[in-house]
């Protein structure tokens, strides 16, 4: 398993930006998929964006598509997420999350993942 810590969090007014970041521990970050999600207030925890190991492959939560990016560094061990356009209800704790994927699959769900950071809470406000 690899140690996630996020940072980039805050506060943030309607249309803005923000990016998280995600820095893992461990020689093996290479070769794990990557994955964001959130947890909204009251809400369950839900995907958000995920890039594969192998090829790059990114896969996005439909309300997301557009304004933000999965991104990774594997020299830094490190994975990004650009959030553009934000909006309200994109307020939540946001999660890192890494997990031993096939070649080219990505993963969209909690239990593709075995290893998760404590979350970095983002505020969007209107």
């Known amino acids: 398993q690899v140690q996630l810590v996020e940072s980039g969090g805050g506060l943030v007014q309607a249309g803005g930006s923000l990016r998280l970041s995600c820095a893992a521990s461990g020689r093996t970050f290479s070769r794990y998929t990557m994955g964001w999600f959130r947890q909204a207030p009251g809400k369950e925890r839900e995907f958000v964006a995920a890039?594969?190991?192998?090829?790059?492959?990114?896969y996005n939560l439909d309300s997301v598509k557009g304004r933000f990016t999965i991104s990774r560094d594997n020299a830094k061990n490190t994975v990004y997420l650009q959030m553009n356009s934000l909006t309200p209800e994109d307020t939540a704790v946001y999660y890192c999350?890494?997990?031993?994927?096939?070649?080219?699959?990505?993963?969209?769900?909690?239990?593709?993942?075995?290893?998760w950071g404590q979350g970095t809470q983002v505020t969007v406000s209107s």
């Open positions: 999350a890494a997990g031993r994927r096939q070649y080219g699959a990505v993963g969209t769900t909690g239990a593709d993942f075995g290893s």
């Open positions: 890039i594969s190991w192998s090829d790059g492959r990114t």
